[in-house]
């Protein structure tokens, strides 16, 4: 099994991001996907969780209103739609997979992660 993040960068508090997490070697559409970030001296905490059908999605209080998850199937691949970023955003975002029926935010139950993206938001 194969997560592949990218769309990591720099920009400018205000600003926006897609990050996408491409994935193979499981079946895509048995598995709920997350999105997670870690920033320096932190524990990686949990950001955005989608359910396997998309039939629903959590997302950490710090960034509902303003971050998208999302995905398509077809292309085995998840989204993390950011917008109007923060300094505080800034961090190594990781997208994992969990074979679960429910949406999943504990970091522990993912069995499967990409190897991380990094986000700097400047203020």
């Known amino acids: 099994v194969q997560l592949q993040a990218s769309g990591g960068g720099l920009v400018q508090a205000g600003g926006s991001l897609r990050l996408s997490c491409a994935a193979s070697g499981l079946t895509f559409s048995n598995y709920g996907m997350g999105w997670f970030r870690q920033a320096p001296g932190n524990e990686r905490e949990f950001v955005a969780a989608i359910k396997w059908n998309g039939g629903r999605i959590k997302y950490a209080d710090s960034v509902k209103g303003r971050f998208t998850i999302s995905r398509v199937d077809a292309k085995n691949t998840a989204y993390l739609q950011m917008n109007s970023q923060k300094p505080e955003d800034t961090a190594v975002y990781y997208c994992?997979?969990?074979?679960?029926?429910?949406?999943?935010?504990?970091?522990?139950?993912?069995?499967?992660w990409g190897q991380g993206t990094l986000v700097t938001v400047s203020s």
């Open positions: 994992a997979a969990v074979y679960s029926d429910y949406v999943v935010l504990d970091v522990a139950r993912y069995a499967y």
